[in-house]
């Protein structure tokens, strides 16, 4: 399918898919740079602490050069712990916080995503045809000339720090030993941390392009989003045959209950409600049944043939349609004109029974 014609947004179960291939918006140099400066913030920070656990080390060994190398083997445990405990006091907590920025960085532009078919093994990684194409792809060429921007501004960077500092470093000459290691550790630092702020623009440029790209291949066209709707959602057509027939069947029950209403309140064919009263179980009349034109009349239909007394009060069945959802009790404001609708309908029923009782 042409990448011209994809000119809508990926929607969100897209979105999830690529998320299972494993595919995300990121940036490798995003997460070395970022790493890079906090490793050497780390170092900055904690080498003083560091010098003091190197500088008892290096004590040690002059102080009992002789005797190691006299003892052989058996004189080499002690050395061997106080090499493995500088070393873990010293270069073990940078090497640590170097593996945690790497999960850190990555997890933070991934959400923490792992996924198993990005680290699958496929042979087809080892084609080196697919290699070659890679290398000179259009994905390859920017890659290259991301690689040469950066190597030229650091190398430009380097090169104007170095003029800064030509001359001082010549004089280094004529200072003792400690004040040079200083000066020299001085510069450095203020080399790395001007090339942190460039290297770190560079990677959020990277990190920007990367994810326009990531955004522009998922991309799908229109017809896409209307098939990932159609198995979202269902087929239109099939929902509102759905619909419908949820509605025809509502109606049906709703028509069952006719029969069992206290009375039928109109107006006089576009509305129709029927009520019910409990006095055990109900505080109040309920609406058990209620519709509009066509429903109205199959509701007076219903309520003619099954003898349920019908009132025509075009206000209160105006109301009571409009404000009483099926199957809940009237409002407080109307229980006066519907008292005396029941109060009607009952001494209907009573004569109706006495005379009866006459025959």
């Known amino acids: ?92 907590p940078i090497i640590l ?47 290259l000339a991301s690689v040469s921007l950066k190597t030229a501004v650091v190398g430009w960077m380097l090169y104007k720090d170095y003029c800064k500092s030509a001359e001082s470093f010549a004089r280094l000459i004529d200072v003792d030993l400690a004040s040079g290691v200083l000066f020299i550790a001085s510069e450095i630092g203020r080399i790395v941390i001007n090339l942190c702020f460039v290297l770190v623009g560079i ?6 392009y990367n994810w326009w790209i990531f955004e522009k291949s998922i991309r799908m066209t229109k017809q896409e989003v209307k098939e990932e709707y159609k198995q979202l959602e269902g087929d239109p057509r099939i929902k509102g045959y759905i619909r419908r027939r949820q509605r025809q069947l509502a109606q049906n029950r709703m028509m069952q209950m006719v ?27 309920k609406v058990i049944a209620k519709g509009m034109d066509d429903i109205a009349l199959k509701i007076i239909e219903i309520a003619e043939e099954s003898e349920i007394p019908i009132i025509e009060d075009k206000p209160l069945a105006r109301t009571l349609y409009k404000r009483v959802k099926l199957g809940k009790m009237i409002p407080s404001e109307t229980f006066k004109a519907v008292a005396e609708v029941l109060v009607w309908v009952y001494r209907m029923r009573k004569k109706n029974l006495g005379m009866e009782e006459l025959v």
């Open 259 to 285: 029969p069992k209403a206290d009375v039928v309140i109109r107006n006089p064919t576009h509305f129709a409600v029927a009520l019910k009263y409990e006095q055990e179980r109900d505080f109040a009349p």
């Open 203 to 208: 990677a959020a440029f990277d990190y920007l």
């Open 97 to 143: 916080v170097a593996g945690l920025c790497g999960v850190l960085f990555t997890g933070m532009q991934t959400k923490f995503l792992i996924s198993k078919k990005a680290v699958a093994f496929k042979f087809s990684h080892l084609n080196p045809i697919n290699g070659l194409k890679n290398m000179f792809s259009g994905k390859g060429f920017m890659k």
């Open 1 to 92: 399918m042409p990448q011209e014609n994809k000119t809508e947004k990926a929607t969100p179960r897209r979105r999830q898919e690529q998320r299972k291939e494993g595919r995300t918006a990121q940036s490798q140099d995003l997460v070395l740079v970022l790493s890079l400066c906090t490793v050497f913030f780390t170092i900055k920070l904690f080498m003083p602490y560091a010098t003091v656990f190197i500088k008892d080390y290096y004590v040690y060994i002059m102080e009992n050069l002789s005797s190691l190398a006299e003892d052989g083997l058996a004189g080499q445990r002690p050395l061997l712990i106080r090499t493995l405990l500088c070393f873990f006091m010293s270069a073990f």
